[in-house]
């Protein structure tokens, strides 16, 4: 599978692109702000076409361009239904010292919207992908999980995490919707019980692993998958 991504916008959010090898369709998750024209340079660069566009959550930097892209492809745009009015209104997500970010900016929903569940299993370009809802940094937060195969052959899982867990870090919970405890519940639910060898793709930094993040992630400490 081919997993590649870039950071976007002033808050250098990944936006990431899945597609089976040697396929022509993608699936694009958490296309951000200013992450439309790279993103579309790349497709044709790559003669990918992507089929849909995957939401971890609905803050401003993840969404920011989820309209754009949905519409110009015409495919459907996937998030959770208790972030869902924040593509419409993404200022209250926001605290009141990113409220001037959104000045003078519109922002309408996507053609099409389709609300995730928790353990919702979707496919799109071939890729199957299961819903892990994860609130605690807003409360429609979820994790995309997948399958991939290493170059050596292995059979390893792939977690998209949004803002839930980071390379030794885990997502702030200050903003609306945000709740520290809830967080810490979600990670011990849904990422501490799966394989240490599953890989993270986080909304921001750098990729890392459950086995990483267990053992050294500061924010984890004392924390035990809850099967």
């Known amino acids: 599978m081919l997993v590649t991504g870039f950071p976007a916008g002033m808050f250098q959010t990944n936006c990431y692109i899945l597609a089976q090898d040697n396929a022509k369709d993608c699936v694009v998750v958490d296309p951000g702000q200013d992450a439309a024209e790279p993103l579309v340079e790349f497709l044709v660069g790559s003669d990918l076409t992507p089929r849909a566009v995957l939401l971890t959550h609905g803050h401003l930097d ?55 569940a928790d353990g919702d299993e979707i496919e799109h370009a071939g890729i199957e ?18 399958r991939a195969t290493t170059p050596d052959g292995a059979d390893i899982g792939v977690a998209l995490t949004g803002d839930t867990l980071f390379q030794g870090s885990i997502g702030r919970s200050d903003l609306p919707g945000g709740d520290h405890e809830q ?23 750098g990729s890392s692993t459950i086995g990483a993040e267990r053992a050294s992630n500061p924010f984890l400490t004392g924390l035990t998958g809850i099967r």
């Open 183 to 205: 967080l810490l519940a979600s990670i011990a639910a849904k990422l501490l019980v799966l394989d240490d060898n599953t890989a993270i793709l986080p909304g921001h930094g």
């Open 129 to 146: 992908f299961t819903v892990d809802h994860t609130p605690g940094h807003t409360r429609g937060s979820v994790v995309l999980r997948t």
């Open 62 to 116: 993840h969404v920011w361009s989820a309209q754009t892209v949905a519409d110009r492809f015409d495919i459907p745009t996937y998030i959770h239904p208790d972030d869902r009015h924040m593509l419409s209104d993404p200022g209250v997500g926001l605290g009141s010292s990113l409220a001037p970010l959104l000045e003078g900016t519109v922002f309408t929903e996507p053609h099409e919207v389709v609300e995730l």
